[in-house]
């Protein structure tokens, strides 16, 4: 750093005019110059601070009072103000004049030119300059799965619009001591992620994943986990595509929670294995013990949740229950406002489609954003829940067959598009016929109950329509997934009839005939409604009773 007040060491013009430590560490420009993009000079002449010794011969304390003292500060007061970037308005308020110039380096934090850059001495254009990884910050890989990131959000106290004025360097990264601003975007809405480096002594966050690790070992052996892996991607992951291609799922390296949650909701199936089906067909894992596992290490992992943290919520919440008779439904929307939570963290509600990010990571985040999309959603109608999720923060586009280009050939795209598709219809029956406001309005007014259903019914017809065409496609496959698909249509129709025969709760079941032209029209409505909502049932009868075997023995998600 420049010597304070040295005439040899002299502080650039920059910085003098700032009144701030000059540092240069080794040769101009220095960091204040550097971090705003300015050119480091030493051209403007030192101004001379002491009074002309003949200027000092008028002033007399003798002929001096305090009063014109006073007078001669607040003058001196008023033409500062006046001649810098404020002025004074008619009522003596102080308002703010131009705009200082974006180049001047004024939005830089002291804190950001006095920090510690040793790791960047060696380095003569940008401290961006330096890898992520050499300073031992997470650095971004094809599937994110080892970046622990913090979207920085719009009221924080870091604002996107003023830090995307930060100088990153070529791999988008903004490094501090132990953390990283990295870029995501910048666009309309910028997006930056907070990278930090929390390997601190006390964290043991690698003795409690040995200790997870060891704990699944014993209950599931290497060789049956890596037969559960393969069962996973059969007969799960069409329904629920949020892993990457399954040689990239092993044992020894996922993570611990992960494995145990994949396990859990793969054992239904472990019949379907010809290994599997004679040594453990009798003697399964406790899928009790599975689901304590991988609960207790998914929460220990929220103070630096990642992707896989996210992917563990979300089988956690689609297995089965392991007490059908009595399911904790109240974990269960307790987990899913932690998934909620976690997505937002990690910027899953924003559309990854032009982020600075791998193609796959990109893929990756849009099946991710969908399954909490869809977990929210049927979760809270089968809880009798409000959704966590709304459209106003939500960014991410509706799926299409060029998401899945890998795996384009097979059936498993088509469903789960349509099963996106019956998700949003089912989201808008939820905020138009079940909230608690247009309940109030709609119990008594049945009139525009059936002018809100009529258009989702509708839309469920259509969408109905094209589900069975993608039925009757897939009735030779093998695994057949249709019966969700199937299944979730009954139950968004069931839940539209029940919306329709609230408002008539109240109404008398005989008129007579003097009874007035409103009532006789409300009871027709009536009449129509019951007769619609018994077909709605006797149809969900029928699907129930002609289940096909591939059906029964399939996965059911979303089936608490």
């Known amino acids: 750093m420049r010597k304070y007040m040295s005439k040899s060491q002299r502080a650039c013009d920059n910085c003098r005019a700032r009144k701030s430590a000059c540092r240069i560490d080794t040769a101009p420009p220095c960091r204040l110059c550097h971090l705003s993009r300015r050119e480091c000079t030493f051209e403007a002449a030192s101004r001379n601070t002491r009074a002309p010794a003949a200027s000092a011969a008028h002033i007399s304390p003798k002929n001096s009072t305090q009063e014109p003292a006073n007078s001669d500060v607040t003058n001196q007061h008023n033409d500062s103000l006046n001649s810098g970037n404020a002025f004074f308005d008619q009522q003596g308020y102080i308002l703010p004049g131009e705009l200082p110039d974006p180049s001047a380096g004024f939005w830089l934090d002291q804190a950001m030119i006095d920090m510690d850059v040793q790791a960047f001495n060696h380095i003569d254009t940008s401290p961006n300059d330096t890898s992520v990884g050499h300073l031992g910050l997470p650095s971004p890989t094809a599937l994110g799965n080892e970046t622990t990131s913090v979207l920085c959000g719009l009221t924080g106290d870091m604002d996107p619009y003023l830090m995307q004025r930060y100088n990153f360097g070529p791999d988008n990264n903004f490094v501090f001591k132990r953390l990283a601003v990295r870029s ?196 809270a109608a089968v809880l009798g829940r409000s959704c966590l999720i709304h459209d106003d923060d939500w960014l991410v586009p509706e799926p299409c067959l060029d998401d899945f280009s890998h795996e384009s050939q097979t059936p498993f795209p088509a469903h789960f598009i349509h099963m996106y598709k019956l998700t949003i219809i089912l989201h808008t029956a939820l905020k138009t016929l079940f909230t608690l406001k247009a309940v109030q309005v709609l119990a008594r007014d049945y009139e525009s109950t059936l002018r809100k259903a009529q258009t989702l019914v509708e839309e469920l017809n259509r969408w109905s329509s094209a ?18 698909l199937l299944l979730g249509g009954h139950i968004v129709k069931v839940l539209l009839f029940r919306a329709i025969l609230r408002p008539f709760n109240a109404l008398r079941s005989n008129v007579d005939t003097s009874s007035s032209t409103h009532e006789r029209r409300e009871l027709e409505a009536r009449r129509l409604s019951r007769a619609g909502a018994k077909a709605c049932v006797a149809s969900f009868v029928a699907f129930t009773s002609n289940l096909e075997s591939s059906w029964i023995h399939g996965f059911w998600p979303f089936c608490m």
């Open 184 to 379: 995501m975007a910048q666009h309309v809405h910028p997006v930056q992620m907070l990278v930090s480096n929390i390997m601190d002594t006390e964290d043991n966050s690698g003795e409690n994943s040995d200790t997870f690790r060891q704990q699944l070992e014993e209950l599931v052996s290497l060789d049956v986990g890596v037969r559960l892996i393969s069962l996973f991607f059969q007969f799960v992951y069409p329904h629920i595509p949020i892993l990457p291609p399954a040689h990239s799922v092993e044992p020894e390296r996922s993570n611990p929670s992960l494995l145990a949650a994949l396990y859990l909701i793969t054992l239904p199936f472990a019949g379907f294995d010809d290994y599997l089906s004679v040594q453990i067909a009798y003697d399964l894992p406790d899928a009790e013990k599975l689901w304590d596992l991988a609960s207790d290490a998914v929460h220990r992992e929220l103070h630096k949740a990642d992707l896989s943290t996210l992917q563990t919520l979300i089988l956690l919440l689609v297995a089965p229950p392991h007490k059908p008779l009595m399911p904790d439904y109240a974990t269960k929307w307790s987990l899913v406002g932690t998934m909620v939570t976690v997505s937002q963290t990690l910027g899953l509600h924003f559309d990854p489609t032009h982020w600075y990010i791998h193609s796959t990571e990109i893929e990756l985040r849009k099946r991710l954003s969908w399954a909490v999309k869809m977990v929210d959603v049927w979760h």
């Open 467 to 484: 589900a069975s065409d993608i039925h009757c496609d897939s009735k030779d496959e093998d695994i057949n997934l249709s019966g969700p």
